[in-house]
């Protein structure tokens, strides 16, 4: 009974995956379909959570939603993960002045709100999926950065690392042979708690008109839609956000349990 919560967290977020892998194992209907004779009907037996204003089902939008949702958190999480590498190596590995510039730059990024610094990228990328995705990755890169610089530092002064300098070993090589391997423990497990706030932040970005644009059915794009229709159709706002809120905490939930058990490891 004491992992009851993250095992329930770990069988929605099992669910919802394979929504966004199989989606057509969950329903058949076409997630783009439009009725005009079925607008605003509330959810029943052949429309389970109701249709929009368009007449679409709103069941099988928020299933092909998962999709797009979890693919921009994905995606920006594993962009974030690869900027944070080389600029964490960059500074462990380049001396003090090149590490005390760019860990300001990092203090200087983290110092805003993520969403407002995604929000400033998006400016400078453009709207859209890509430059929603970027955006994401870039607001998380800092905070991932420090974790890569704090532990190539710690893997730099190691004994083994100073024997294969000692021995004559590029200093390139060392580093991608021991340095960079022992950087991505702890940086996994960060990813795996930091992929929610990747994925509502995307959301939030479609949300405003920044990320997924209609009628593609991504979970944030989708409230934007049905926010003029809450007084008609609550179903078509309730549904997409339920879900977006769902995924985000069972992906919170399991990241927590696999850090907290990597951290009981390494105190071991």
Do not use: C
């Not at 996994?188 to 970005?205: E, F």
Request: charged share 10%; proline share 6%.
């Amino acid at each position: 009974m004491k992992h009851t919560g993250t095992v329930i967290a770990a069988l929605l977020l099992g669910l919802i995956l394979a929504a966004a892998a199989f989606p057509g194992l969950l329903t058949g209907g076409d997630p783009t379909a439009t009725d005009p004779l079925a607008t605003l009907l509330p959810p029943d037996a052949a429309h389970f959570f109701g249709t929009d204003q368009l007449g679409r089902d709103v069941f099988t939008r928020v299933v092909y939603g998962a999709r797009h949702s979890l693919a921009i958190g994905a995606a920006a999480t594993v962009g974030g993960l690869l900027i944070a590498v080389v600029w964490g190596l960059l500074a462990a590995l380049s001396g003090r002045f090149g590490d005390a510039v760019l860990m300001r730059v990092a203090d200087a990024l983290l110092a805003l709100p993520g969403l407002l610094l995604a929000l400033l990228v998006v400016l400078i990328t453009g709207k859209g999926v890509i430059g929603a995705t970027l955006a994401v990755a870039v607001g998380i890169a800092p905070g991932f950065a420090r974790v890569v610089r704090a532990q190539a530092l710690v893997v730099r002064r190691s004994g083994y690392v100073e024997a294969a300098i000692g021995l004559g070993v590029p200093r390139p090589l060392v580093t991608l042979r021991h340095v960079l391997p022992n950087t991505f423990g702890p940086l996994l497990v960060l990813a795996s708690v930091t992929l929610g706030i990747s994925i509502s932040t995307g959301a939030a970005l479609s949300y405003l008109g920044l990320g997924a644009q209609p009628p593609t059915p991504e979970w944030g794009a989708m409230l934007t839609e049905s926010q003029g229709f809450l007084h008609l159709a609550w179903w078509a706002a309730l549904f997409p956000g339920l879900m977006l809120v769902l995924t985000v905490i069972a992906v919170t939930v399991v990241g927590r349990h696999a850090q907290n058990r990597s951290e009981g490891r390494y105190a071991s």
